[in-house]
């Protein structure tokens, strides 16, 4: 409360009207004004106290406000009291991130590490091999020398059969070199299947893949690809609240070409591995959520190594399946790529 009845009466006007009596508030009546509204009231009609509006006259501390002004303050500075929790809980929220941010970035700096150790092993074991092949193409190339000059002196002081089998011997030895060769190739080609796929699943590390997402009949591309995204949005925040904005997806796509009669898988880059973790950790939340989300499926974008191994551990869990005759467990692929395994799961009834 503050009343500014000081400087009404310095200014000696009498035109304004009591907001309670809708009679003028004189300069020398006990008038007090709303520090929102400006409306002047008799101290008397706001059932003030003589000695209450004289502590309000001698306050510059203080402030007043009319009744209706007082409820519609009461109402904002519980909104403001919200926002403030709100503005906590995000803060908190965003130094969570920070954190996973970080590890995330030291976990893949330590997978990076890694691959590196593995290719500059992987090189050393090929340096290796390929010395012994040079080494046994040398021997060989050798040994060739001589048997050719043998086979030369002999041809002329022996009989034709044994230049037969001498060059039965150059054979084998040519054989023998080629195998080597063979063997050389065969390990440069799984050095760069095994580096490719490495350098593939890093590049993979942050999609996600979303099954049965409707597909929209707008004409134009982009009117589609908005909708796709504004759908991933309401998924990502609505159902798994995981507080993302658009900024947090890099890209979104279907994968293949499009068809009337099926829903095309959709691709969804992520720009951090943190709302990848985020998303997969709170799939439970889908169980729960309104039909259109209900047969969403999401899945790890798998290499093609990766796939080959997962169809392998399908087909493993339906044959234990098929196997267990007792009819209590499920089994199931579980894990995430390059660490999956088959579960035994107890059902429930």
Request: charged residues 30%.
């Amino acid at each position: 409360m503050a009343s500014r009845k000081s400087s009404y009466n310095e200014q000696e006007k009498d035109g304004d009207k009591c907001g309670q009596c809708s009679k003028v508030v004189g300069s020398k009546d006990n008038g007090i004004g709303c520090d929102i509204c400006e409306r002047w009231f008799h101290a008397a009609c706001v059932d003030m106290s003589e000695e209450v509006y004289k502590v309000a006259c001698q306050s510059e501390l203080l402030h007043w406000f009319c009744g209706s002004c007082n409820a519609a303050a009461l109402k904002t500075l519980k909104a403001v009291s919200r926002l403030h929790d709100k503005v906590e809980k995000i803060e908190e929220r965003m130094a969570n991130m920070q954190r996973d941010t970080e590890k995330a970035m030291q976990e893949f700096k330590g997978s990076i590490a890694t691959v590196e150790v593995q290719l500059n092993k992987q090189t050393a074991d090929f340096n290796d091999v390929k010395a012994v092949a040079d080494a046994q193409m040398t021997t060989n190339s050798t040994e060739i020398n001589l048997l050719m000059a043998k086979v030369n002196e002999i041809s002329n002081q022996q009989p034709i059969q044994w230049k037969d089998i001498v060059q039965q011997q150059v054979t084998e030895s040519l054989a023998q070199v080629n195998d080597n060769i063979q063997i050389v190739q065969t390990t440069l080609q799984e050095t760069r299947a095994q580096a490719a796929d490495q350098r593939d699943k890093e590049s993979r590390r942050n999609n996600i893949i979303i099954y049965g997402v409707p597909e929209s009949d707008e004409a134009r591309a982009e009117n589609r690809n908005k909708e796709d995204v504004d759908f991933c949005m309401l998924l990502f925040n609505n159902v798994l609240n995981t507080g993302m904005v658009e900024d947090d997806v890099t890209n979104v796509f279907r994968l293949g070409k499009r068809n009337s009669d099926t829903r095309r898988p959709l691709m969804v880059q992520l720009a951090s591995y943190t709302f990848k973790n985020l998303i997969m950790e709170n799939l439970y939340r889908l169980k729960h959520a309104e039909e259109k989300f209900k047969r969403v499926v999401i899945a790890h974008d798998m290499t093609k190594m990766e796939r080959t191994e997962c169809k392998r551990l399908v087909e493993e869990a339906k044959s234990l399946a098929s196997e267990d005759r007792s009819g209590e467990y499920l089994y199931r692929v579980r894990g995430p790529p390059g660490d999956m395994r088959v579960l035994k799961i107890r059902r429930r009834y």
